[in-house]
């Protein structure tokens, strides 16, 4: 069965550093692969999705991320973390009818 | 255009009672999904459907019973609220257009405490 590990809880960087949140998978098959975002209170917003082709994909708010299934890892980053990306982020990975969801990395900014 | 929206936003049950959470969304969109959210967790699904009248047991479906009479609403039946039933429940719907690579777009949640 497929399944998602976030092994980050919580990762705080300053405003202005690079921003790495790591994702492994296990899936059987050529996994479709997703990352959400959180804000305090509301529901989850798709920042991006991969599921083929080239293994950057590029997504809203000035996030990337990048598929490598020699280590089944799909990480986000941004260059540079605005004080407004504070939340919680989700990896997924699956059909949307089996989407089985890590157990998030929540980000901390510092002014 | 509003999305999806859910009520109630909180709620606090007795054990042993039953409620509906309520799901609609304006989009015309075909797929609509039950998650819920436990402290610390990922997102489960309990139940999706693909369209009215048809509905589908997700990875966490015990306690639980869905219907879509319409397109727009899918509601989330408990039936006999238990304290493992405490938590945030998001609904969240899809195009349907490509089942696997469709964008789900969430409602902001329902909180639920069972005492």
Known sequence: AQSVTQPDIHITVSEGASLELRCNYSYG?????????????????????????????????????????????????KPSVHWSDAAEYFCAVGGNNDMRFGAGTRLTVKP | NAGVTQTPKFRI?????????????????????????????????IY????????????????????????????????LAAPSQTSVYFCASSPGASVNTDTQYFGPGTRLTVL
């Open chain 2, 48 to 79: 999706y459907s693909v369209g009215a009248g048809i509905t589908d047991k997700g990875e966490v479906p015990n306690g639980y019973n869905v219907s879509r009479s319409t397109t727009e609403d899918f509601p989330l039946r408990l039936e």
């Open chain 2, 13 to 45: 049950l007795k054990i042993g009672q039953s409620m509906t959470l309520q799901c609609t969304q304006d989009m015309n969109h075909n797929y609509m999904y039950w998650y819920r959210q436990d402290p610390g967790m990922g997102l489960k699904l």
């Open chain 1, 29 to 77: 098959a050529t996994p479709y692969l997703f990352w959400y975002v959180q804000s305090p209170g509301q529901g989850l917003q798709l920042l991006l999705k991969y599921f083929s082709g080239d293994t950057l994909v590029q997504g809203i708010k000035g996030f990337e991320a990048e598929f490598k299934r020699s280590q089944s890892s799909f990480n986000l980053r």
